[in-house]
């Protein structure tokens, strides 16, 4: 398994580590208390959910703050919490280099994506990022094989954070990871069903906010349990310099490589850029880096400060010595800060987890109703009900595949970070910017990104082959998506101007 593919997303993080039984009463109060909030936004959206358009985009009517912490939210989830902390103690300060490029892709994001996708979907009542491709390109096959490409992914990513939710909801409750996996699911599903991406939106706004203010009291703890963070850097140097040298354990060319697949892949990872069809006045997007920057920045603080602090306690003795990297959060929660804060943190990872299993469950629905169907020149009469069906019968199908061998379901999940990049990165944020992109050169690009990507990750799970110097599968995937959507579109560019109708060309002038 690649370092990326284990470090990527919540679910593949909490794959990784046993986490500790904490069913102690005050944490059992507070995950009930987080699941009653949950059920109560849940049917309140429930409400306000009467469309497809409600369903599936929120009927376009969420304000800037609200979109901004729920994209917040669903960025980090609970990797911040639990994997993070985990790859910092383990890499040293390289494993920033996940998170550097953030306020970078948070302009990008707004200012050559968000701005665009939200005028197209104005302009042709759009509610998928499949839909933006295929307006794009003038090609319903274009957009089927944007959302093939999607669905995958999203398989793999649902397996995972089931079966992350069963691990999370047992240590909290002490059920059996089978009963928490179901539990967890059931919880999920019965919002997804009914509120959609509404009761999603709000719940990212709920548990967002909580993981901030989490976030700040263990930096708070950290720094004050360790003497601040000039005694904590001293203790580092002291024994393990090269920790907090500039690429940590890494290489050279592993850090900048997860720069490059995290500053530009994250413009097409769905569970973020489907949001910015969700806002309600788009001249409010000036805004949008400037507050995901900060929110980020609150957010990732126990990020980095569990990361580099537990790695001191450990080594000045006052910490045991970890099983796992990942045990960096537990440990430090158990041993160091109030169990009432650790209650908090472990029910927003279970409550993070939810939140992105909500969005790719509502993602999956739409391709199923909506772009797969057109791909196909058909449309579905009564999506709101169709999509509510399709929604429970994604909930149960990665409840049963997180049941399956742990081994079996990460692998499912391996891919999911770098095929949503390479195959829509090109074809969709380049493609919004670039009236020289084809129909052809996207359609290459897209099956290139699902194919390289699915091969090479599938050779380095089976340890048929890995890269070099740390040079992840998914950088070089997206390298090769990029390289093949200019080259077939440079190709094919007497197709341009045939494949761009005169609303999008006006929308990407703007």
Do not use: C
Not at 198 to 217: C, E, H, K, P, R
Not at 355 to 372: K, M, P
Not at 374 to 396: M, P, Q
């Amino acid at each position: 398994m690649t370092v990326t593919a284990r470090m990527i997303g919540n679910a593949h993080a909490l794959l990784q580590v046993a986490l500790p039984s904490v069913a102690q009463p005050a944490v059992v109060a507070v995950g009930l208390l987080y699941f009653a909030v949950i059920i109560a936004i849940s049917v309140w959206a429930a409400r306000r959910t009467r469309t497809a358009s409600d369903f599936f985009v929120a009927g376009k009517g969420i304000g800037l703050v609200a979109l901004t912490v729920a994209s917040v939210s669903v960025s980090v989830s609970g990797f911040a919490f639990i994997g993070g902390p985990g790859f910092i103690y383990a890499a040293g300060l390289g494993a920033m280099y996940i998170v550097l490029p953030a306020a970078v892709t948070n302009v990008m994001g707004a200012w050559v994506l968000a701005k665009r996708m939200r005028l197209l979907g104005e302009a042709r009542n759009l509610i998928t990022i499949p839909d933006a491709i295929g307006a794009r390109y003038r090609s319903p096959a274009a957009q089927g094989l944007a959302a093939v490409a999607m669905l995958v992914g999203i398989i793999g990513y649902m397996a995972t954070n089931a079966l992350a939710m069963g691990v999370v909801i047992n240590s909290i409750f002490g059920v059996g990871l089978g009963w928490g996996i179901w539990i967890g699911m059931g919880v999920t599903l019965a919002y997804s069903a009914s509120g959609g991406i509404l009761a999603g939106i709000y719940n990212d706004v709920f548990q967002g906010t909580l993981m901030a203010i989490a976030s700040v009291l263990v930096f708070l703890f950290v720094l004050s349990y360790g003497g601040g963070l000039g005694h904590i850097s001293h203790t580092i140097l002291a024994r393990d310099p090269v920790f907090l040298g500039p690429w940590g354990r890494l290489t050279p060319l592993a850090a900048l490589s997860f720069f490059f697949v995290f500053s530009m892949g994250s413009l097409g990872q769905p569970q973020a850029v489907h949001k910015y069809y969700m806002l309600r006045d788009p001249l409010q997007l000036k805004w949008y880096p400037l507050l995901k920057t900060l929110g980020l920045v609150l957010v990732l603080l126990l990020y980095f400060s569990v990361g580099i602090g537990v790695k001191a306690f450990v080594l000045s003795g006052r910490l045991p010595a970890l099983t796992s990297p990942d045990q960096a959060t537990p440990t430090l929660l158990l041993n160091v800060t109030p169990i009432i804060l650790a209650a908090l943190v472990f029910s927003g990872v279970a409550a993070a987890t939810m939140s992105a299993a909500n969005s790719f469950i509502n993602i999956g629905a739409a391709i199923v109703t909506h772009d797969l169907p057109i791909a196909f020149g058909r449309h579905v009469k009564n999506e709101l009900g169709w999509a509510r069906v399709v929604t429970v019968l994604i909930s149960v199908a990665a409840a049963i595949t997180a049941q399956q061998s742990g081994a079996t379901v990460a692998f499912l999940g391996i891919f999911g970070w770098g095929l949503f990049s390479s195959a829509l990165v090109p074809a969709l944020a380049v493609g919004l910017n670039w009236q020289g992109a084809t129909r052809a050169g996207a359609m290459a690009s897209i099956a290139t990104g699902l194919l390289l990507t699915l091969g090479l990750e599938t050779a380095s799970y089976l340890k048929i082959f890995t890269f070099p110097a740390g040079v992840t599968a998914s950088a070089v995937a997206m390298v090769a998506s990029f390289l093949v959507f200019f080259a077939v579109s440079v190709l094919t560019r007497a197709t341009a101007a045939s494949t761009l109708d005169p609303d999008v060309r006006l929308v990407m002038e703007l």
